[in-house]
């Protein structure tokens, strides 16, 4: 079955710090991969996306995702988070219907 | 940046009234999807919409569903009789044609049933 997990429900780091949020997928195909961010009471903005090649993919904001065949995985990493980086992030797998993971937490601390 | 914009932002219906959820996609893009989110849970895919038809469905979407394009600009989602399990946020999105274009989403619509 087609599936995506996240497995960090919520994340909490202080401002200038390192961040990796994980995401691994099931999908039978080669995948598409997304990150969504969702900042309250607003929409999904896409970060950046895989659809194939290079391996490590750049996003806006400073974000960048390296997809990982052999794991499964496709991590969500900005070496320096800002505060207003806190919001909701969504890793998705799919073409026509995605399918979403539940989301990881993102608050940072001053 | 050309955007995917819903309305209203929030609707309140009394449980069994028929809600109509408006959505004008990017203007070039050729597919439509409807996602939903329940308070607390994951985004959920209904349904996405080529050419004037159903390309796929979920098992959510059901009889009480139904989506249309009406004119060159809209797509709307029609909940026919709503129960208070409809509660949640519905999301539009649009993407443009081929297969890897990513899927824009607008801000979306809470819908609360009473």
């Known amino acids: 079955a087609q599936s995506v997990t996240q497995p960090d429900i919520h994340i909490t780091v202080s401002e200038g710090a390192s961040l990796e949020l994980r995401c691994n997928y099931s999908?039978?195909?080669?995948?598409?991969l997304f990150w969504y961010v969702q900042s309250p009471g607003q929409g999904l903005q896409l970060l950046l996306k895989?659809?194939?090649?290079?391996?490590l993919v750049q996003g806006i904001k400073g974000f960048e995702a390296e997809f990982k065949r052999s794991q499964s995985s496709f991590n969500l990493r900005k070496p320096s988070v800002h505060w207003s980086d806190a919001a909701e992030y969504f890793c998705?797998?799919?073409?026509?219907?995605?399918?979403f993971g539940t989301g990881t937490r993102l608050q940072v601390f001053p | 940046e050309p955007e995917v914009t819903q309305t209203p932002s929030h609707q309140v219906t009394q449980m069994g009234q028929e809600v109509i959820l408006r959505c004008v996609p990017i203007?070039?893009?050729?597919?439509f999807y409807w996602y939903r989110q329940i308070l607390g849970q994951k985004v959920e895919f209904l349904v996405s919409?080529?050419?004037?038809?159903?390309?796929?469905k979920s098992e959510i979407f059901d009889d009480q569903f139904s989506v249309e394009r009406p004119d060159g600009s809209n797509f709307t989602l029609k909940i026919r009789s709503t129960k208070l399990e409809d509660s949640a946020m519905y999301f539009c999105?649009?993407?443009?044609?081929?297969?890897?274009?990513?899927?824009?989403f607008g801000d979306g619509t809470r819908l609360s049933i009473l």
């Open positions: 999105a649009s993407s443009g044609p081929g297969s890897n274009q990513p899927q824009h």
């Open positions: 999908y039978g195909a080669t995948p598409y």
């Open positions: 895989y659809f194939s090649g290079d391996t």
């Open positions: 998705a797998v799919g073409a026509r219907k995605l399918i």
């Open positions: 203007s070039n893009h050729l597919y």
């Open positions: 919409f080529y050419n004037n038809e159903i390309s796929e």
